[in-house]
């Protein structure tokens, strides 16, 4: 009797310690699976972000929405991505600053809002696999003429730089969204 006690025991024992190892390898596996379809989905999206930056730059509709801005010295303040952008509707172009405090400013949001005109509207592929964007634009506003460079990657991240007539440049660092589905605040126009 027992033999047959140990028998069963050492039967349960063994019993439970394959059904461990066999766990640990479904386990395995089971990461291995999701961290390739991880992957996989990521690869997807990216594909899809970089054909909707492509769509973007071509119809010349999107906003650069900056998360910093930086001067010619590269200072750099973070600041809200709502209320600081560069909008791009077709030959019509919006350039916005502003603080989050809200107080002077021509716009009434501590900054300045200007609108005006694209007169010049110039692309170029840069990068290794040609995959990114360089766009040159010159825009008459209410203010002055600027003359204002994009530098977009294929993931929709991009940098511009704005000079003017005068001493000094404004860099704004932030993502490019269609101009559909951006939620920007605009301010009061010069």
Do not use: C
Not at 13 to 18: G, I, K
Not at 42 to 52: F, G, H, Q, S, V
Not at 84 to 111: E, P, R, Y
Not at 166 to 188: D, Q
């Amino acid at each position: 009797m027992k033999k047959i006690m140990v028998i069963i025991l050492i039967s349960v024992v063994a019993l439970n310690a394959y059904s461990q190892v066999e766990n640990q390898v479904d386990s395995k596996t089971t990461k291995k699976l999701t961290k390739a379809q991880r992957m996989e989905q990521r690869r997807i999206e990216a594909e899809e972000t970089a054909k909707l930056v492509d769509w973007m730059v071509e119809n010349k509709q999107f906003v650069l929405e900056a998360n910093y801005l930086s001067n010619q010295y590269g200072e750099r303040r973070v600041v809200s991505s709502n209320i600081n952008f560069i909008a791009v509707d077709s030959s019509k172009i919006t350039i916005q600053l502003a603080s989050l405090t809200g107080i002077g400013g021509a716009n009434g949001m501590g900054g300045i809002t200007a609108d005006g005109n694209i007169s010049q509207f110039r692309i170029e592929k840069v990068g290794k696999d040609k995959k990114g964007y360089s766009i040159r634009i010159m825009a008459m506003t209410h203010i002055g003429s600027y003359d204002i460079t994009f530098f977009i990657t294929q993931g929709g991240h991009a940098d511009a730089t704005i000079t003017g007539t005068t001493r000094g440049k404004l860099n704004y660092h932030g993502t490019l969204v269609p101009l559909t589905v951006s939620k920007v605040y605009k301010g009061m126009t010069i």
